[in-house]
């Protein structure tokens, strides 16, 4: 089992300004699953309770010069915790940097993993190892990673990332996760689950209720990918509510009911500085979807 690679500058800066800072409000510790042509983090995919996530990256993105081997058709899958990960890579730019500055050329920022003997041990542990090389010296930081995931495991992972892989049919797009955010952060004080309802003429309803109040909000005519509808003119002058009730019986609509501290926790991806963002609904309301997509800088 073999991987090593070199983190490309926009790799660098990806990771440590974007998707670990996004990933680390996700949780502590994620998957890095490493495949021949792709890079997956991934959080809590093997667990059925709580928010799970998703970070996909082709390998050109992130690193040049990759190898990866193993047993497991070349995919390499282990445990790391995020804060650790986001440590070496900012330490290891602030040290590629010094050594830029002092004009050496190979300050490259090398990544790949390793088996080592810690002190006071008596058993090799693997590790994922930095190593920043300049013309007299090296800079190595090493940071501790779980065991490997065995065939089976990794079998279970990837039908897992399969299954969190499938697109909703109906996908609206979202035009501002910052006034979203900010209603959400509202809602958290009223209680703790919210109703999603996503239209397939592109309204998005979200709506919080205890006893005592009803908060609501709706987005409407958003961009829809997917399977579509026409707004009924008979619901125009509807409330949120009854048009809400008439969608779903028609089967214009899906609605499902998730935790507002997940809901909240999910949006924090916006960290990552996504190009657009769309919400859908699994079939059955087997859970609430949120798609980030970016792209290539200067395109769409």
Same mark, same amino acid.
Do not use: W
């Given at each position: ?89 900012? &330490?290891?730019?602030?040290?590629? $940097? ?6 050496? @050329?190979?300050? +490259?920022?090398?990544?790949?993993? %390793? ?117 009924? &003119?008979?619901?125009?002058?509807? $409330? ?6 008439? @969608?779903?019986? +028609?089967?214009?609509?899906?609605? %499902? ?44």
């Amino acid at each position: 089992m073999k991987f090593k690679a070199f983190l490309t500058d926009n790799g660098v800066n990806l990771l440590e300004k974007r998707f670990l800072p996004a990933l680390d409000k996700m949780g502590k510790v994620c998957h890095l699953f490493l495949t021949r042509e792709k890079a997956y983090f991934l959080h809590n995919l093997l667990s059925g309770e709580g928010i799970q996530c998703v970070a996909q990256f082709h390998k050109e993105t992130l690193f040049d010069d990759y190898r990866i081997s193993s047993q497991n058709e070349d995919c390499i899958a282990f445990a790391i915790d995020i804060s650790l990960l986001q440590r070496a890579v900012r &330490s290891g730019v602030s040290i590629c $940097s010094e050594i830029g500055a002092a004009g050496s @050329a190979a300050n +490259r920022l090398q990544i790949k993993l %390793v088996k080592k003997l810690p002190p006071n041990c008596t058993q090799a542990m693997p590790f994922l190892t930095f190593e920043t090389k300049g013309y007299k010296s090296a800079v190595i930081q090493d940071v501790p990673i779980s065991k490997p995931l065995s065939r089976a495991q990794g079998l279970e992972l990837q039908t897992a990332l399969d299954m969190a892989q499938d697109i909703p049919p109906t996908l609206v797009q979202v035009p501002d996760l910052n006034q979203l955010q900010n209603f959400v952060h509202r809602m958290k004080h009223v209680g703790d689950l919210l109703n999603v309802s996503i239209y397939k003429y592109g309204d998005l309803h979200l709506q919080i209720s205890t006893t005592l109040i009803t908060l609501g909000a709706e987005f409407r005519k958003l961009l829809v990918i997917g399977e579509k509808a026409v707004a009924p &003119s008979e619901d125009r002058n509807l $409330s949120a509510q009854t048009r809400s009730e008439r @969608a779903i019986s +028609r089967g214009d609509a899906q609605s %499902v009911q998730v935790s507002v501290k997940h809901f909240s926790k999910s949006l924090q991806c916006h960290l990552a500085k996504p190009d657009c963002a769309f919400f859908g609904i699994a079939p059955q309301g087997a859970c609430l979807t949120v798609i980030f997509q970016f792209f290539i800088p200067g395109t769409r």
